[in-house]
């Protein structure tokens, strides 16, 4: 397949509609054939119903057991794009004089775009480490891909060290975020007849208790002292958010269940397990007075932490690289925190701010997008040719 401009590969990319409840395989074939070039390893890693795929394309030299080179990162999902406010097809690359728009073009297919070209034109002839890319599903909707990749595919024990992860930073140096816990909390009422509730059991009444429950966990949150607090100065606590509620069928029916959906967010140096058992008992305790009502908590996903040592050399190579002092942190969870647990050293770096993802008219300013392509080749550079870190 001819190699694309950058905007043209976007335009390509942002057609594929991979809303996460879509399967993202058309995606990863047309990527698998853009990459197929000599020099160029693909490896696919399905899903366990086979769905869906992460993608891993090595470029350069046989990995290293001194894990030098570098892993350039990036979902391939994105969320629905339904609002009546689009102004154009979300599906389709719209030129906005200074700016791309569709849905994607910042989260996060500009970066994409950006990463699968340098990758095709690469020459690593005479590089010293390899350049993997590191493409997942999924992770708009709990880093799924990310996770699937660290528990089943063995080569990924020897991918690069230095990685970015390329989510809309605005081209700024992160190395800390929050991760982010979503429950499904489920009470089992018995059904009736409103007209003789004493042969029922109401689900949505204690339901009331447990949310009250739920609020005085947020207030005890909020009031703590967790650790890296500090990185987070806007919101230096694990936030809990009741975001969905939902049950009974009718009004003359005694609901038989009610649903509470929850997120919280911990900071790096939080066991997730820990605020698990706390939601765990506190909302068993709010529940037990109204048995025969009955209560489950259910894990639906957990997005871990990040925090990158200031002295990795990926850190310090993209603070010196944008003029940064320090990494800074970001209040969103990624899939950094799922690839540190393959000994990655995850920096958060991307065109687009997150600021207009997940909205109507989601852009990408093309400054942002050629920028990215400067300081990602020098990166490379850096990490592949030179071997550097």
């Known amino acids: 397949m001819p190699l694309l401009s950058d905007a043209e590969l976007l335009a390509r990319l942002v057609a594929f509609d991979t809303t996460s409840r879509n399967s ?81 073009a910042c989260d996060m297919k500009g970066f994409l775009a950006v990463a699968a070209n340098l990758a095709a034109e690469a020459r690593p002839e005479h590089w ?28 990924a024990a020897t991918l690069p060290r230095n990685a970015i992860i390329g989510e809309p930073t605005s081209l700024r140096v992160a190395r800390a975020h929050k991760g982010h816990l979503k429950l499904r909390v489920t ?30 966990l947020r207030r005890e949150l909020e009031a703590e002292a967790p650790p890296n607090r500090e990185l987070f100065p806007e919101v230096p606590f694990v936030p809990l958010n009741v975001g969905t509620v939902h049950g ?49 908590v259910e894990l639906l996903s957990d997005s871990p932490p990040l925090l990158l040592d200031a002295a990795a050399p990926i850190h310090r190579h993209l603070c010196t690289l944008v003029g940064q002092t320090a990494g800074e942190s970001v209040s969103f969870a990624t899939d950094a925190g799922w690839l540190q647990h393959l000994g990655l050293d995850c920096a958060i770096f991307g065109p687009g701010s997150i600021a207009v993802a997940h909205k109507p008219n989601e852009h990408l300013p093309k400054a942002e997008f050629a920028a990215a392509r400067e300081l990602l080749a020098t990166t490379i550079d850096h990490f592949c040719r030179e071997a550097g870190g």
């Open 24 to 104: 993202n395989l058309p995606l990863a074939d047309f990527l698998c054939d853009y990459l197929d070039r000599p020099g160029v390893r693909i490896a696919r890693n399905p899903s366990t119903d086979g769905r869906k795929a992460n993608l891993v394309a090595w470029v350069g030299p046989e990995p290293a057991r001194d894990r030098r080179g570098l892993v350039l990162s990036g979902h391939m999902d994105v969320v629905p794009a339904e609002e009546a406010e689009w102004r154009s097809d979300p599906f389709t690359l719209a030129d906005g004089g200074d700016r791309w728009v569709a849905r994607g």
């Open 128 to 155: 010293r480490a390899p350049l993997a890319l590191v493409l997942t599903y999924d992770e708009e909707v709990g880093t799924l891909g990310a996770k699937r990749l660290t528990e089943s595919f063995p080569e």
């Open 187 to 216: 009470l089992h009422g018995v059904p009736a007849h409103s007209g003789y509730p004493h042969l029922g059991a109401n689900a949505i009444e204690p339901a009331g208790r447990v949310i009250v429950a739920l609020a005085g």
């Open 248 to 296: 009974g069928a009718a009004i003359n029916v005694v609901p038989d269940r009610c649903v509470v959906e929850l997120g919280v967010r911990p900071l790096p140096g939080l066991a997730s397990a820990e605020l698990i058992e706390r939601i765990d008992r506190a909302v068993r305790a709010a529940a037990a007075p109204f048995a025969p009502v009955s209560v489950d």
